[in-house]
């Protein structure tokens, strides 16, 4: 696992608390030309933070600016549904895929599939309880079925994959250039 100080943590966190801001929903602060980061954040949360409690604290984060849209635009009511708890495991799936892997990245190219890997299968688990969770449990479909589900996931799965793995790569080349930058200026002092 990537070893932060606290102080390198709260500045993460404090940076994927901005960024959900930033681009979940319509909301005050919304940049609509942006995906939401949401799916990214949980990830990454889970690889660079180690205390379980951010969890919590962007999820509440998430349920407010979700309350804020709905104050800003009541046309989004139909998505605040029974099916709206179906995001804590969405999320978690997310965060325990970035723990996961976290504890086998290397600096190095090697671990590059690996990552692939836990954001495809972290995507689809999590798009199964969001998707599903919606499709099953919000009372907006008459009729549902394996088949339904399946035209959801594969609807919805793309885009929030590119979403997940695009936030990933800023955030991983970021935080690569800056652990390359503190090893040269390490050097120049040694």
Same mark, same amino acid.
């Given at each position: 696992?990537?070893?932060?100080? %606290? ?91 970035? %723990?996961?892997?976290?504890?086998i990245h290397r600096d190095s190219w090697s671990t590059l599939a690996p990552l ?13 309880f969001s998707s599903g969770g919606y499709y099953f449990l919000s009372g907006m ?38 652990? %390359? ?5 390490e050097a120049r002092q040694a």
């Amino acid at each position: 696992m990537t070893e932060l100080n %606290r102080s390198q943590q709260v500045v993460i966190g404090l940076g994927l608390i901005l960024l959900m801001a930033l681009t979940r929903g319509t909301h005050f602060a919304s940049i609509d030309a942006l995906p939401s980061a949401s799916w990214a954040v949980f990830l990454l949360a889970g690889f660079f933070l180690k205390q379980v409690w951010f969890f919590g604290l962007l999820f509440l984060e998430a349920v407010l600016l979700d309350l804020a849209a709905l104050g800003l635009d009541a046309g989004i009511a139909h998505c605040i549904t029974p099916a709206y708890g179906m995001l804590v495991p969405a999320y978690l799936t997310l965060w325990f895929g970035g %723990r996961f892997y976290s504890r086998i990245h290397r600096d190095s190219w090697s671990t590059l599939a690996p990552l692939v890997a836990t954001l495809l299968v972290s995507a689809f688990v999590s798009n199964l309880f969001s998707s599903g969770g919606y499709y099953f449990l919000s009372g907006m479909f008459e009729e549902t079925s394996l088949a339904g589900l399946w035209t959801r996931i594969e609807m919805y799965l793309p885009a929030k994959l590119a979403s997940l793995a695009g936030y990933t790569a800023v955030v991983g080349g970021a935080a690569w250039l800056a652990t %390359r930058g503190s090893a040269v200026s390490e050097a120049r002092q040694a």
